[in-house]
């Protein structure tokens, strides 16, 4: 595993426990009929009330203001913003101005040192949950090749240019006004003497770890998942049952 600065690891560790997902949006356009991006004092406050996060632009808008308040550089990176499938994460810089990649949406486990130069060849582990991943940074390109236990290898390419606020925040505005018929929540949970990626998508839950993809048995009804999420999260029970029945609805 490459090194990480103390300061940079310190504040990404505050948001182990933080799952991204994307019922929080929709509790949000349950109570006001529509989206919208919230402040970081308001979420903090809804963290703190009903134990919610947020989808990868709340984390990121978080995660920036942490890093801001800890007097580290950083700024908001992404691709599609306004579009459907959109995605932004956070670039922190060291005291040297090395760039580490800070990516919550996707539930990174560790932020990725892009300046360091890692053996040829070599997988590196403990970066991403139940992969592993050789990665190359060239101009504003940051191109990723994950390797998983069952032997699939996927790309991902992540345009690195710093996005400025205003269009980090009119993209993120767009996002939130944006409903999926399919609700996901993913998190980082212990698993053995390490952590896995606990995935929630479409009415079906999974585990994957360093020795593959675990499914979960399928639950039946709302109130079965609201247990299942709850005790993954802590999320407030009244909040995920009004949430998720109306996934149900939007998804009949």
Not at 12 to 25: A, I, N, V
Not at 69 to 80: L, S, T
Not at 102 to 113: E, S
């Amino acid at each position: 595993m490459l090194h990480i600065p103390n300061e940079i690891q310190s504040v990404w560790g505050r948001f182990d426990d933080f799952p991204m997902e994307t019922l929080t949006k929709m509790w949000i356009h349950l109570q006001e009929k529509r989206g919208r991006q919230r402040s970081v004092s308001e979420m903090k406050e809804h963290r703190e009330q009903h134990g919610v996060t947020g989808n990868c632009f709340d984390l990121s808008l978080w995660l920036l203001d942490e890093f801001k308040r800890a007097g580290i550089p950083a700024y908001p990176i992404g691709h599609h913003l306004g579009e459907e499938h959109a995605h932004v994460a956070i670039m922190a810089l060291d005291s040297e101005g090395k760039r580490y990649f800070c990516d919550l949406g996707d539930q990174w486990l560790k932020p990725l040192p892009i300046d360091a130069r890692a053996e040829d060849g070599i997988r590196l582990k403990g970066h991403f949950p139940a992969a592993e991943i050789q990665f190359e940074a060239h101009g504003e390109s940051l191109e990723i090749q994950y390797y998983r236990p069952n032997g699939k290898a996927s790309r991902q390419v992540f345009d690195l240019a710093s996005i400025n606020r205003r269009d980090f925040l009119k993209g993120a505005e767009a996002s939130q006004k944006i409903i999926k018929p399919k609700p996901l929540l993913e998190c980082r949970v212990p698993y053995k003497s390490g952590k896995a990626h606990w995935e929630f998508y479409n009415w079906e839950s999974c585990l994957s770890t360093e020795e593959g993809l675990i499914r979960e048995p399928l639950l039946q009804s709302v109130d079965e998942w609201v247990e299942k999420l709850h005790a993954q999260t802590n999320y407030d029970q009244d909040i995920l049952k009004q949430v998720l029945e109306a996934y149900k609805k939007i998804a009949t």
